[in-house]
C-alpha cells in the first residue's frame, strides 16, 4: 500500500530501506490529528498518498451550485495552493517546468457547495459545517455554504505535510466538522496604539488559519478616532493621532471588509460610547460633557453629553454612515466604564436629570442615553452589542440585545453568563480571553480551560451563548509585537470555541498539536511566538 | 580649542550646581523636558541651547579632523560615519537627492569633525573591558567636533551626535547648539542572548548588536549552547554540533558566522563573549560526545540518561583542553564565561564510580565539593589560554579557588544585595543580572522596576563598589525566538543601558519617560521592533517585515 503512494524522487528511485524509512515516519512521528482546532470528528489512516504541487488541482464538483468565477473560492484555491506548498513561494516557477507531469496521476481536491451564493457576507446564522474525504487521488469536499467550504480547506491544508526529502504527503482522512459555537472573534484596539492596515490583514489571515470568524475591530476610543468619517471628517482630522498617517480611510475600511469576507471573517466595529469618547470631542464641539470645578468649566470633558439633543442627531448620523460602511448586521455600542464625577460636577447634567425625576441615580441617565442609541441602531436594523456594564446597570435593554461579559474570575462570570441568558439576552464571553495581559510562562493553558458552558442554567439559557471572543487590548501593543502576543496564544479560545470541548479537555494533550500548528503558522510568515523549548525547521526569517 | 575651555567652565559651573538630569542652556535657563532632544542614555554632562542649526543631507558630511590619529584608512570610522549619516537622514534619502546646488539657508552645521587624540585609535583592535569610551562633543557652525582618545569613545560620541538631531514639523534635520562630555559610569555593560533553548537566525543578532549599540551596550554575552541545542560548529569537535544542534545545517553556527558576529560586533564597539556552561546545562554536549557525561543509575543499573560533566574522568579534561584552546583562537576577547550555574547532584549520587571517586578524595557526601574539584580543574584549563574568565555566583559561592581577575555574575534575585556585598567583600569583581532577567515579563511598565535597580545598592565600602563593574540584562530563550525576541529586549533593555552608562543620580522614572518614549520611537525608525510603552504613537511607526 505504501509502495504506491510513495513520491518518486528527482534524483533516484528511493530502494526499500528508504520505504522502510519512510513508514517508519509515517508511523510514529506524523500527527495525523494535527489540524488546530480539533475537529469534531476524525478518522485518518496510516495509508497515505501523494501529493505534488505540479499534480494538483482544485476542482469544483458537478452537483456544486457554485462553480468556477465564485469570487471565495476562487481566491481560496489560489491562497491555499500557497499555503499547501509553501515552498512554491519561493519558486513558483515550479510548477511551469513539467518535468514529472506524464509520470504522477494527479490529485484533485474536489470542492462542493449545495446553497447560497458568493458574493455576500458571512454572517451570525452562516452554517460553516463541511464534510472532507481524503482517498487515492482525490479528496472531496463537501459544504452547505462557501463559508463551511473555507474551513475544510484550511482543514484540508493543515493534512498535507512534508517529509524530510521535502515530498508532501496527505493520509487517508475522514472528517466531519461543525462550530461549537457561532461567534468566535478577535478583538484589536486601533485606538490606543494605531494598527497599519497590512498589519490587521495578516491577523485577518491568522484568524482564517484558526477558525475565528468575526473581526471585532474597536476602532476609535479615548486616546485617537482613527476612522476617517465621510460625514464628520473633523473627527479624524483633530481626533486620530495624525490625520495623515494614522487614519484608516473609507478604502482602508474597505479592504479590510473585502479581505475578511474572502476568508469568511464577519467585521464588527464599535463605537463605544457615552464613555471612552475624549477623542471623538476634539473634532465634535458640544458632543462631550463639559466638566465644572465649582461653578465654572474646569476645561475639561467627559462622557457624551446626555442632555443635549444634538448629541443624538449626531450619534443617529454617525450610525447612519457606519451601517453603511459596515455591511455586518452586528453593531459593538460599547457602553462600559462611564465615569459619572463630570455629570455630577455639570450643573446643567444636574439640573435634567432633576427636570427627568432621575434624583442622584446617573445609572438612570446613562440608561437614558443607552436606550435612545439603542433605538437609533435597531432603527438601521442592527443587532447591538453591548458591554455587561449596560446589562448590569440598566432594566431596559431589548431582548435582541447581545451582551458581551468581560469582567471577573470564573465564579463571577459564570454567575454573569447566568443571570444575562436568565433574562434572555444572547451572550459573548470575553472575560477570561483578555491576552494583552502577559506573564512568565505557558499562559494560553489558562485561556485553553475556559469552560464556556460552565455555569447553571437551563439547555435553553446554554443555547443563548453564542460565543466569545479574545481580546488584545492596545495599551502595550502595535504593530512591534502585535503578532508574537497574538500569536499562538489565540489559538487556545479558537479551538475551545470551535472544538468539542470533551475532545479537548487536556492541555498536555494539546501541546504537541498546538506547538505543530505554530510551526506551521511561521511557515506562513506569521510571527507566532514559542510555546517552549524547541525548534521549528523553518523559523521565521524576518527580524 | 578656545571654544572648549569656555565649555569646560560652562560644564564646570554647570555641574556644581545643579544635578545632570536637569539640562541647562547656556544663559543658565532650564529647558523643558521636551528640550532635553531625546537623548538616551543620559550623558554625563550636557549644555545645550535654543540655538537651532539646520542640517542638510546634500551639504553635511562626517569627516576626520586633520589632527585625528584615524583617517580614512580606519573602516571602523567610515562605515560607522555612514551609518550615522543613514540614521539621520534616513527617511529623507529615499525621498531621492537633491540634485540642487549647495545653498545654506540660515545657519548650518555642514560637518562633524571626529578627532582621535590617542596616537593609537585602536581602529583595528577589539575593544576591551579597559577601553575608553569616553568623548566630548560641540555642535556649532559650521563644524561640530567629536573629540575622543579612541575609536570606541568616537563609536558613542556619534550615536549621541545622530540622537541629538531631530525633525521639525517641515521634515527638515536640525540640531541645537550643544556641548556634551561624557563616559560611562560602569565599564561592562551586557546583553545575554540564549541560542540554545531557541536558535536564533544570524540576522536577528546581527539586528539586536545594532540595538545594542544604539543603547551604548558595550558587551554581547553569547549564552551560545546549553542543554536542550548545540548550535555552535566546532572545528575540532563538529560531532557537538552535527548531532547536538536542533539541526546540523539550518540551526548551526558556522566559524564564518561567529566571525561575522564578532566582526559585526567590534564594528560597534561591542566585545563578543561566549559561555560555554559546565559542568551542567550540558545534555546536548553529550548526543556526540561518548564518556562526556555522567551516566545516571536508577538502583544498580544505568538508567540510560546522563547528567553533568563526568568530573571523574581524565578524558573530560583533555576534551576541555582541546576545545577552550579553540575556543580562546576563535573569540578575540579576553574573557570567556564558564558557566558553573545550577548544578544537579542527583545523577552524580545515583552513580557508584562517582561514589566511589568521592570515597577516594575525601569529598564524604559534599557533592559542592566535587564540583569545586571538577572547576578548579577547568579554572586550571582555561588559565593556561590566557583568558580571564567570568562565572555565575554558585562557584563562589561554593568556595572554589579563583583568580584575582575572575568575574563573578551575580544573578540570584532575592539576595543579590548581600551576594554583591560578599563578592566584592572577598576582593572579587562583580557583574550584576540579577532583577535583569528580561526574559520574565509581567503586564505594565515593567520596565521602571528595571529601571530603579540600583547596582551600588548594597553595604560595603567604596573599594566594594568599585568592584562592581556593570551589569548585564539577560534573555533567557524558554519563550523568546527570532518571532518575538526584539520586541521583548527593547526598550526594556534600555533601562538597564541608563542605568549602567548614567550618572547615578539620572534616575527618575517620570523624566526617563519622556526620553524612552521618544527614544523607542527612534529604534522603531531604524527598523527595531521596540514595542511601546504605553498608549500613543510614532510619527513613523513599525512597518515590518513586508
Not at chain 1, 473 to 499: F, H, I, K, M, Q
Request: proline share 6%; charged share 20%.
Amino acid at each position: 500500500m505504501l509502495l504506491c503512494c510513495l513520491c518518486k524522487s528527482r534524483e533516484s528511485v528511493l530502494n526499500k530501506q528508504h520505504i522502510w524509512l519512510f513508514f517508519f515516519i509515517a508511523v510514529n512521528t506524523v500527527s495525523v490529528n494535527g489540524i488546530w482546532p480539533m475537529p469534531q470528528k476524525i478518522s485518518s489512516s496510516i495509508e497515505r498518498y501523494c501529493v505534488k504541487p505540479q499534480s494538483f488541482e482544485f476542482q469544483y464538483t458537478n452537483l456544486s451550485v457554485v462553480k468556477p468565477g465564485c469570487s471565495v473560492l476562487d481566491a481560496a484555491f489560489k491562497r491555499y495552493f500557497k499555503l499547501i506548498f509553501p515552498d512554491l513561494l519561493k519558486d513558483p516557477g515550479e510548477r511551469q517546468s513539467g518535468y514529472d507531469r506524464p509520470l504522477v496521476k494527479p490529485f484533485t481536491l474536489q470542492v462542493g457547495v449545495s446553497e447560497g451564493d458568493c458574493d455576500g457576507y458571512p454572517s451570525e446564522s452562516s452554517r460553516e459545517s463541511y464534510r472532507l474525504s481524503v482517498a487515492s487521488g482525490q479528496a472531496v469536499l463537501r459544504a452547505e455554504t462557501v463559508w463551511g467550504a473555507l474551513r475544510g480547506l484550511e482543514s484540508f491544508s493543515q493534512l498535507v505535510y512534508q517529509d524530510g526529502y521535502g515530498a508532501h504527503y496527505i493520509n487517508k482522512t475522514e472528517i466531519e466538522d461543525f462550530p461549537r459555537f457561532a461567534f468566535r472573534g478577535l478583538l484589536l484596539d486601533t485606538s490606543r496604539h494605531y494598527l497599519p492596515v497590512n498589519v490587521i490583514l495578516e491577523t485577518l489571515d491568522a484568524m482564517s488559519y484558526t477558525k475565528l470568524n468575526v473581526f471585532h475591530w474597536h476602532i476609535v476610543d479615548d486616546p485617537s478616532f482613527p476612522y476617517q468619517s465621510k460625514f464628520f471628517p473633523d473627527l479624524s482630522n483633530k481626533g486620530a493621532f495624525h490625520p495623515m498617517t494614522h487614519v484608516y480611510t473609507q478604502t482602508d475600511v474597505r479592504r479590510v471588509i473585502e479581505h475578511a469576507r474572502l476568508r469568511g471573517i464577519r467585521v464588527v466595529p464599535e463605537f463605544d460610547s457615552p464613555g471612552h469618547t475624549q477623542s471623538w470631542g476634539k473634532g465634535q464641539p458640544d458632543l462631550l460633557t463639559p466638566c465644572y470645578r465649582g461653578p465654572v468649566p474646569s476645561g475639561t470633558f467627559g462622557p457624551v453629553n446626555p442632555t443635549l439633543r444634538s448629541s443624538y442627531t449626531f450619534m443617529a448620523k454617525l450610525f447612519k454612515e457606519v451601517t453603511s460602511v459596515f455591511p455586518d448586521s452586528f453593531l459593538h455600542l460599547g457602553g462600559d466604564e462611564v465615569d459619572f464625577t463630570c455629570w455630577k460636577s455639570n450643573p446643567d447634567v444636574r439640573s435634567f436629570m432633576k427636570q427627568k425625576g432621575f434624583g442622584t441615580d446617573f445609572y438612570k441617565l446613562e440608561a437614558l442615553y443607552v436606550e435612545n442609541i439603542v433605538n437609533i441602531t435597531s432603527a438601521l436594523n442592527r443587532t447591538s452589542i453591548v458591554w455587561q456594564d449596560v446589562f448590569d446597570y440598566h432594566e431596559k435593554i431589548p431582548k435582541d440585545a447581545v451582551v458581551e461579559i468581560w469582567k471577573g474570575l470564573p465564579p463571577a462570570y459564570a454567575q454573569e453568563l447566568s443571570s444575562i441568558t436568565k433574562a434572555g439576552h444572547r451572550a459573548l464571553l470575553s472575560a477570561p480571553w483578555y491576552i494583552n495581559h502577559i506573564r512568565y510562562g505557558q499562559d494560553w493553558r489558562d485561556s485553553y480551560m475556559v469552560k464556556p458552558l460552565n455555569f447553571s442554567g437551563t439547555e435553553e439559557q446554554k443555547k443563548l451563548v453564542i460565543g466569545g471572543e479574545v481580546c488584545m487590548w492596545g495599551e502595550y501593543v502595535d504593530a512591534t509585537n502585535l503578532s508574537p502576543r497574538l500569536w499562538p496564544r489565540a489559538c487556545a479560545a479558537a479551538e475551545r470555541l470551535w472544538s468539542d470541548e470533551e475532545q479537548t479537555l487536556s492541555t498536555d494533550a494539546a501541546l504537541p498539536r498546538l506547538t505543530d500548528f505554530r510551526c506551521r503558522l511561521l511557515r506562513r510568515g506569521i510571527r507566532a511566538e514559542p510555546l517552549d523549548v524547541g525548534y521549528c525547521p523553518h523559523e521565521f526569517q524576518g527580524v | 580649542m578656545g571654544f572648549l575651555v569656555k565649555l569646560g567652565i560652562l560644564v564646570l559651573v554647570v555641574a556644581v550646581c545643579q544635578a545632570y538630569q536637569d539640562i541647562w542652556d547656556y544663559d543658565g535657563h532650564k529647558l523643558k523636558d521636551t528640550d532635553y532632544l531625546s537623548l538616551w542614555p543620559m550623558p554625563q554632562k550636557v549644555q545645550t541651547s535654543v540655538t537651532a542649526f539646520k542640517l542638510s543631507s546634500s551639504n553635511f558630511q562626517i569627516v576626520h579632523a586633520k589632527q585625528s590619529s584615524a583617517g580614512p584608512g580606519c573602516s571602523l570610522l567610515q562605515t560607522a560615519f555612514r551609518r550615522y549619516f543613514d540614521y539621520i537622514f534616513g527617511y529623507m534619502k529615499k525621498q531621492g537627492f537633491s540634485k540642487e546646488p549647495k545653498k545654506t539657508v540660515g545657519e548650518e552645521v555642514l560637518e562633524l569633525q571626529v578627532l582621535i587624540t590617542s596616537s593609537d585609535s585602536e581602529c583595528d583592535g577589539y575593544p576591551g573591558l579597559k577601553s575608553d569610551e569616553s568623548y566630548l562633543l560641540s555642535v556649532d557652525q559650521p563644524s561640530a567636533v567629536l573629540q575622543a582618545p579612541t575609536v570606541w569613545g568616537a563609536l558613542r560620541g556619534l550615536e549621541t551626535f545622530s540622537q541629538l538631531v531631530y525633525e521639525d514639523a517641515y521634515g527638515s534635520r536640525n540640531i541645537n547648539k550643544t556641548a556634551i562630555s561624557d563616559f560611562p559610569r560602569f565599564a561592562h555593560r551586557g546583553v545575554l542572548l540564549d541560542t540554545s533553548r531557541h536558535y536564533l537566525p544570524l540576522k536577528v543578532i546581527l539586528a539586536n548588536l545594532e540595538a545594542m549599540a544604539m543603547n551604548k551596550f558595550n558587551v554581547f554575552h553569547w549564552h551560545i549552547v546549553d542543554d536542550p541545542s548545540f548550535p555552535y560548529v566546532s572545528r575540532t569537535f563538529p560531532d557537538l554540533s552535527q548531532k547536538g544542534a536542533y539541526h546540523p545545517y539550518t540551526h548551526v553556527y558556522t566559524p564564518s558566522d561567529v566571525k561575522m558576529v564578532i566582526e559585526f560586533a567590534r564594528m560597534r564597539g561591542i566585545r563578543v563573549i561566549p559561555e560555554f556552561d559546565t559542568p551542567g546545562h550540558t545534555q546536548s554536549w553529550g548526543k556526540s560526545q561518548k564518556d562526556l557525561l555522567t551516566p545516571c543509575y536508577s538502583g544498580a543499573t544505568p538508567s540510560g540518561s546522563y547528567g553533568p560533566v563526568n568530573p571523574m574522568l581524565n578524558s573530560t579534561y583533555d576534551f576541555m583542553a582541546s576545545f577552550f584552546k579553540e575556543i580562546s583562537s576563535v573569540f578575540p576577547d579576553a574573557y570567556v564565561h564558564l558557566g558553573g550555574d545550577e548544578v544537579d547532584f542527583s545523577c552524580w549520587k545515583s552513580n557508584p564510580d562517582i561514589t566511589k571517586f568521592m570515597a577516594e578524595q575525601g569529598f564524604g557526601k559534599d557533592y559542592s565539593k566535587l564540583e569545586s574539584y571538577y572547576i578548579q580543574r577547568l579554572l586550571d584549563i582555561v588559565s593556561t589560554t590566557n583568558k580571564g574568565y567570568m562565572i555565575w555566583q554558585e562557584v563562589f559561592d561554593n568556595g572554589v579557588k579563583l583568580k584575582q581577575d575572575a568575574l563573578i555574575t551575580v544573578w540570584k534575585g532575592r539576595q543579590y544585595q548581600e551576594e554583591l556585598a560578599k563578592v566584592t567583600g572577598a576582593g572579587y569583581r562583580a557583574l550584576l543580572s540579577a532583577n535583569w532577567y528580561l526574559n520574565d515579563i509581567a503586564y505594565g511598565q515593567d520596565w521602571k522596576r528595571i529601571y530603579s535597580v540600583e547596582p551600588h545598592n548594597f553595604n560595603g565600602t567604596d573599594e566594594q563598589k568599585k568592584l562592581v563593574i556593570g551589569g548585564e540584562a539577560c534573555l533567557w530563550g524558554e519563550y523568546v525566538d527570532a518571532t518575538n525576541i526584539t520586541p521583548r529586549l527593547w526598550p526594556r533593555a534600555s533601562a538597564v543601558s541608563e542605568r549602567l552608562w548614567s550618572d547615578a543620580s539620572v534616575k527618575d522614572v517620570n523624566k526617563a519617560y519622556v526620553r524612552l518614549v521618544q527614544h523607542r520611537c527612534r529604534m522603531v525608525e531604524r527598523g527595531i521592533a521596540a514595542e511601546p510603552l504605553f498608549v500613543g504613537y510614532c510619527p513613523h511607526e513599525y512597518k515590518g517585515n513586508l
